[in-house]
């Protein structure tokens, strides 16, 4: 029984490029979180998925950023046109329900821009 | 916004030493987690509080909800190398976790 698997684990991409992060959330999880951790700071919240649906986005950066979650396959998030700034490990989560709170966490993608 | 701030910011100790850390926030929370990040990896919860003045143990780890509702605790007792990694404490914040500024602990044999 797999935990929430995101890939890839490490992704490097030029200025301008785009960037695809995926993850699949725990059997059994419909409610997907995506946070960004720079180097050694803490996690920031981006954004909250439903199945189809977009909850929260209130972390999410307005322009070049964007997340979906189908009803098929995994949450994407996408970063277009990358800059320097992007560079950062960021963490998918998944929850059962609405109100739990201990949420799993997948071990993340490193994402460095060059 | 709500944030969470947690001190120390870091711990250099030898194995064997007792830890002590804690998280604050300006406003109350209902709820309050603590979750352990190793290197390169996602955050793993530890503790989970739903109650004021809930005392919580895991193995060696124990956590207290503040009875103000705006502060939590966490003790790591008999420290040893695995515990090295940075500490989160995390709290409900409309419809998804915050997380605190972290504590990095090292731990020295």
């Known amino acids: 029984n797999a935990g929430v698997m995101q890939n890839p684990r490490h992704l490097v991409r030029r200025r301008g490029q785009e960037a695809r992060l995926r993850c699949s959330p725990m059997k059994g999880h419909s409610h997907v979180y995506w946070y960004r951790q720079l180097p050694e700071e803490g996690l920031k919240f981006m954004v909250y998925l439903q199945k189809e649906n977009i909850i929260d986005e209130s972390g999410m950066p307005k322009e070049r950023f964007s997340a979906e979650f189908p009803k098929e396959g995994p949450s994407i998030l996408r970063i277009q046109q990358v800059v320097r700034g992007d560079s950062a490990a960021y963490f998918c989560a998944s929850s059962p329900t609405t109100d739990n709170y201990g949420y799993t966490f997948g071990s993340g993608t490193r994402l460095t821009v060059v | 916004g709500q944030q969470l701030n947690q001190s120390p910011q870091s711990m250099f100790i030898q194995e064997g030493e007792d830890v002590s850390m804690n998280c604050t926030s300006s406003?109350?929370?209902?709820?309050w987690l603590w979750y352990k990040q190793d290197p390169g990896e996602g955050p793993v919860l530890l503790i989970a509080l739903y109650k004021a003045g809930e005392l919580t143990s895991n193995g060696r780890l124990t956590a207290q909800f503040g009875i103000t509702r705006k502060d939590s605790f966490l003790n790591i007792s008999a420290s040893i190398p695995s515990d090295v990694g940075i500490y989160f404490c995390?709290?409900?914040?409309?419809?998804?976790?915050?997380f605190g500024t972290g504590t990095r602990l090292q731990v020295f044999p």
């Open positions: 406003s109350i929370f209902n709820t």
């Open positions: 995390a709290g409900p914040s409309t419809d998804k976790l915050i």
